[in-house]
C-alpha cells in the first residue's frame, strides 16, 4: 500500500497558476503510475492527467491539453501537478492516486491509493 | 473518450436492502472496469477493479459483474457505513473516465 500525502489548500486569482505536490511512501515510486483527479464542488469525478514516473511519460486528457503539466522527482517520489490560466471553474478538489501501469497506449488502470485531496479555490 | 453511464443517480435504501448499481460504457471495454465508493469529504476507496476483483480489505458484499458495455455493483446486504456515492471508471482505453455517480441514501 502506498501513502500519498499532497500540499494544502490553495487559493488564487483567476489567470494565475496553482502548483499541487504529491509525495509517495511505502511503495516503489517508479513502479506505478500516479493520476490527477478532481472534484469541483457537488459533483463528480474527473481525471485530468496522470505519469509513469519509471520513464517520466505523462499523458492529459484532451481538455486540459496546453493547461496542465504534470511532472515527478523520482529521487523524492513526488509527483506535481501545475495547472496554469486558472478560472473560477478549476475550483475544486485535487487528488492524486496511484495504481498499476498499463503498456502504452493506455497507461492508466485502476487507482488503488488516493491522496486526502487539495482544495484549490479561484477567486477574485 | 468513452463515455460512461450510471444508473440510477441515487437510491434511497435501507439496512439490509440488496442494492445494485449499473454503468454503461459507450463501447465494450474488454472488463477494464473499477469502481469506487465515496463518502463525503473523503478521497474515492477502490473497490472492485477488472470488473469484478475485489480489492484487499473490502467486504464480500460487495460484488462486480458484466461484461461489454454493461456492468454491476451490487451490495448484497447494505450496511449503515454503506450509504456513499458510489463511481464506475473504465481503462480500456486513453483517457480513464468515470460515471456520474449513484447516491446511496437512507429510505
Known amino acids: 500500500q502506498v501513502q500519498l500525502v499532497q500540499s494544502g489548500a490553495e487559493v488564487k486569482k483567476p489567470g494565475s497558476s496553482v502548483r499541487v505536490s504529491c509525495k509517495a511512501s511505502?511503495?516503489?515510486?517508479?513502479?506505478?503510475?500516479i493520476s490527477w483527479v478532481r472534484q469541483a464542488p457537488g459533483q463528480g469525478l474527473e481525471w485530468m492527467g496522470g505519469i509513469i514516473p519509471v520513464s517520466g511519460t505523462a499523458k492529459y486528457a484532451q481538455k486540459f491539453q496546453g493547461r496542465l503539466t504534470i511532472n515527478a522527482d523520482k529521487s523524492t517520489g513526488t509527483a506535481y501537478m501545475e495547472l496554469r490560466s486558472l478560472r473560477s471553474e478549476d475550483s475544486a478538489v485535487y487528488y492524486c492516486?496511484?495504481?498499476?501501469?498499463?503498456?502504452?497506449?493506455?497507461?492508466?488502470?485502476?487507482?488503488?491509493?488516493w491522496g486526502s485531496g487539495t482544495t484549490v479555490t479561484v477567486s477574485s | 473518450d468513452i463515455q460512461m453511464t450510471q444508473s440510477p443517480s441515487s437510491v434511497s435504501a435501507s439496512v439490509g436492502d440488496r442494492v445494485t448499481i449499473t454503468c454503461q460504457a459507450s463501447?465494450?471495454?474488454?472488463?477494464?472496469l473499477a469502481w469506487y465508493q465515496q463518502k463525503p469529504g473523503k478521497a474515492p476507496k477502490l473497490l472492485i477493479y477488472s470488473a469484478s476483483n475485489l480489492q484487499s480489505g473490502v467486504p464480500s458484499r460487495f460484488s462486480g459483474g458484466g461484461s461489454g458495455t454493461d456492468y454491476t455493483l451490487t451490495i448484497s446486504s447494505l450496511q449503515p457505513e454503506d450509504f456513499a456515492t458510489y463511481y464506475c471508471?473504465?481503462?480500456?482505453?486513453?483517457?480513464?473516465?468515470f460515471g456520474g455517480g449513484t447516491k446511496v441514501e437512507m429510505k
Open positions: 511505502g511503495g516503489t515510486f517508479s513502479s506505478y503510475a
Open positions: 492516486a496511484s495504481g498499476p501501469q498499463r503498456p502504452s497506449p493506455n497507461y492508466f488502470y485502476y487507482m488503488d491509493d
Open positions: 471508471q473504465q481503462a480500456n482505453s486513453f483517457p480513464p473516465t
Open positions: 463501447q465494450a471495454l474488454t472488463r477494464y
